[in-house]
């Protein structure tokens, strides 16, 4: 697909079946997809802690592989699972720490041309940046992965998250594949309507046109959606479903997490 109304319907398409096959693996039988989702949550958060706050490479590699490992037995396909994560780290948060390995003090390297030092510190730098926002993504996503959102919700909600952000963030994950849908809807709509190749600038005043009308029509879903919540009862917040008692597998669950964020940060 060579032009941009081509390749925009094709990204869409691409995120689309994502978020299904998102839904299908945490509908999967998996080790953590047979846990709780407090438990899930509480896991994760100290596993992402411990990644942050050890200083220790080999201990945040250890938690990195652990989580591999868990994906695996989640059954989440590992290649996907890699894949989703280290092809997006490394172009914006290598960026990010690339003039780190320049410009922090320490002793030399490596000598590039146009007289660049790599120092020692520096690549240490980049080399922890990389690690930490690696194992810390891999998780989240783990977690996204092997938890419907619905249950998801009412993990944080039962876990004291403030009831306003778990209304937002719900709202979000509904309406953003609501407006997903609608998008591909419109430009599938128009390219259907298309005769030949369209010029660049013909495209793209296609797209700045779809554009408008996409943020039009959000705008008048979000009044159609709070008119409608209000007529059904809503008053500023959202109830959640009374979640069932954690059993032995999540208590064990939390203990093997917290064991391990503490040998990694100790």
Not at 122 to 150: D, E, H, K, N
Not at 187 to 212: D, W
Not at 230 to 256: C, E, K, N, T, V
Request: overall charge positive.
């Amino acid at each position: 697909m060579s032009g941009a109304l081509e390749r925009s319907l094709g990204e869409l398409s691409r995120r689309l079946e994502e978020s299904v096959f998102a839904e299908e693996i945490s509908r999967r039988a998996g080790l953590l997809q047979s846990l709780d989702p407090r438990a899930k949550i509480i896991s994760c958060l100290a596993l992402i802690l411990a990644a942050n706050l050890s200083h220790s490479p080999p201990a945040i590699a250890g938690v990195y592989l652990l989580t591999l490992v868990v994906a695996w037995a989640s059954a989440v396909p590992v290649a996907f699972f890699v894949g989703r994560v280290w092809l997006a780290v490394p172009a914006f948060t290598g960026l990010v720490a690339l003039p780190a390995l320049f410009l922090t003090p320490g002793p030399a390297l490596a000598h590039l041309p146009l007289g660049l030092v790599v120092t020692r510190t520096g690549a240490t730098t980049m080399l922890f940046l990389l690690l930490r926002v690696g194992t810390s993504v891999s998780l989240s996503l783990l977690l996204i992965l092997t938890t419907p959102w619905a249950a998801l919700f009412r993990g944080l909600t039962a876990l004291h998250v403030p009831e306003t952000l778990v209304l937002i963030l719900g709202m979000t994950y509904r309406y953003i594949y609501v407006l997903l849908r609608i998008t591909n809807d419109m430009f599938l709509s128009r390219q259907s309507r298309v005769v030949g190749r369209l010029s660049s600038a013909e495209e793209r005043r296609i797209q700045g046109a779809i554009a408008g009308t996409l943020l039009a029509k959000s705008l008048q879903t979000s009044g159609e959606v709070y008119l409608a919540m209000q007529s059904r009862g809503f008053r500023g917040y959202a109830h959640a479903l009374r979640p069932r008692r954690m059993g032995w597998r999540d208590g064990l669950a939390i203990l093997a997490a917290a064991a391990v964020a503490a040998a990694a940060i100790l």
